[in-house]
């Protein structure tokens, strides 16, 4: 395979990349998309995080190959987030892609594990795709998401307490002191619950009809849990499941 890249470089300085890369330097964007039509395999080098390149790259029918960081990187282990407000784990060069697009367009290995890398590239040289879009970066996919913020988002009005403060267990369908409560339900086949059809249901914005609850493992993050179960964790929703009320039942 040939290695092309587009390091940008100055004329009266040459680009500090190896002889065997065919580099093009800064593109204009219709040059860069013409470029990607024509490769197979697009690699990233563990930085910038979550870039748009990737996505371009996918959309455009190439492989992405990222690394897989162990342990991932944190403000606890990682210069880049030391000192910025986010407790966030990045276990990946581009976590969206990771989990959300996933194989065939993108692959995910430990880069310092030669015969992973190795197998990885060989099932690549072996993979046809076709250019993938995720629906969420489609034009009606972007116009959907705008208009969930517009219709569903009031910043103009405080957020009500819940259970509100005048409400009493019975009113709003939750449990008792030592009764299973009628505020979740089981779902069928599944150790997963829901919000129960019949219980009192606040207004909220994701819908509580779409509320599920899971436990997690000992030492799993409730990100990972809600991923394993293709999930997406949503913290808009803790505010039902963190009370008294709702732990009990």
Request: net charge negative.
């Amino acid at each position: 395979m040939e290695v092309h890249g587009t390091v940008y470089y100055e004329t009266q300085r040459p680009p500090e990349v190896p002889a065997y890369v065919k580099n093009h330097g800064l593109l204009p964007q219709h040059e860069l998309q013409t470029l990607l039509r024509k490769a197979k395999l697009f690699i990233g080098f563990g930085f910038p995080y979550e870039g748009p390149a990737p996505l371009e790259a996918i959309a455009n029918g190439c492989i992405y190959l990222q690394p897989k960081f162990h342990p991932p990187h944190s403000s606890l282990n990682h210069e880049f987030f030391r000192g910025k407000p986010t407790s966030r784990e990045v276990s990946s060069q581009h976590p969206y892609a990771e989990q959300y697009i996933g194989r065939p367009h993108v692959m995910t290995v430990d880069y310092n594990n030669s015969q992973e890398f190795d197998t990885a590239i060989r099932e690549i040289m072996s993979t046809k795709v076709e250019p993938y879009l995720p629906y969420e970066y489609t034009c009606e996919g972007m116009l959907e998401r705008v208009h969930a913020y517009i219709q569903h988002q009031d910043f103009c009005a405080p957020e009500a307490p819940f259970p509100p403060a005048n409400s009493s267990s019975s009113k709003l369908g939750l449990s008792s002191p030592g009764s299973p409560g009628p505020q979740f339900v089981l779902l069928p086949n599944s150790s997963a619950l829901t919000w129960a059809p019949n219980a009192n249901t606040p207004h909220a914005w994701p819908p509580l009809s779409c509320l599920r609850l899971l436990a997690s493992q000992e030492g799993q993050s409730c990100v990972e849990a809600c991923q394993r179960a293709n999930l997406v964790c949503e913290p808009a929703l803790f505010r039902f499941i963190n009370n008294k009320d709702a732990l009990r039942g």
